[in-house]
């Protein structure tokens, strides 16, 4: 072989691209009332299957279904409340005075003239959501009937865990309740075990309950 047909050297591997930083679950910073900001940033809490995308809900986080849960009625799948804007009460009633919450915001949720066309029912719904010393949340719901007659309504939080590994997972408490399987067309049965393990899909709803708000 001549000097002049000699293989030139292979090309350099190229380097991986720089991995993004993660944000951290919680932020510190001062809001521009000069008070201090908490930002909690949850990026895992959420399904892989998330489309931030109006008018698709969030799968993430606490959606809250009202006037409905999932599809048991004849609105959009878990109700119009978790795709609406929500407004701060700036003068919430006080916590009481036993209670171990530092900080609370209260939410309010009041029907528009369009959702009242689908929904025609008027209520307020007061969501407030409390913060504990050891970092626990709580929430609470209140709904006001502020019509003239009475409603029924379903509800339901949506919590979406983060887990690591799902066959660490375990759920108790839920014997002896009726649940519909989703994946067994709604058909009911009564779970008999002390705890559900997730081996494969599961999709069941527990123990329905119906209100009524006169
Ligand atoms: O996709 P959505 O509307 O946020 O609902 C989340 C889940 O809600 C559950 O109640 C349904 O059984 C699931 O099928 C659905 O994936």
Known sequence: MSADKVAP???SPTPPPPSRPRPRPVEFSKGVNGLDKVVLRESRGSSAESIFKPPKAIRGGIPICFPQFSNHGSLEQHGF???RVW???NDPAPLPTNSTSKACVDLIFKPSDDDLKIWP???EFRLRV???PGGDLMLTSRIRNTDAKP???TFAYHTYFSVSDISEVRVEGLETLDYLDNLQNKERFTEQGDAITFESEVCSKFHLFLFSLL
């Open 87 to 89: 407004s701060i009460d």
């Open 121 to 123: 029912h008027s209520f």
């Open 151 to 153: 409603f029924t309504f």
């Open 130 to 132: 409390a913060l504990g």
């Open 9 to 11: 050297p292979p090309p």
């Open 81 to 83: 409340a978790r795709n």
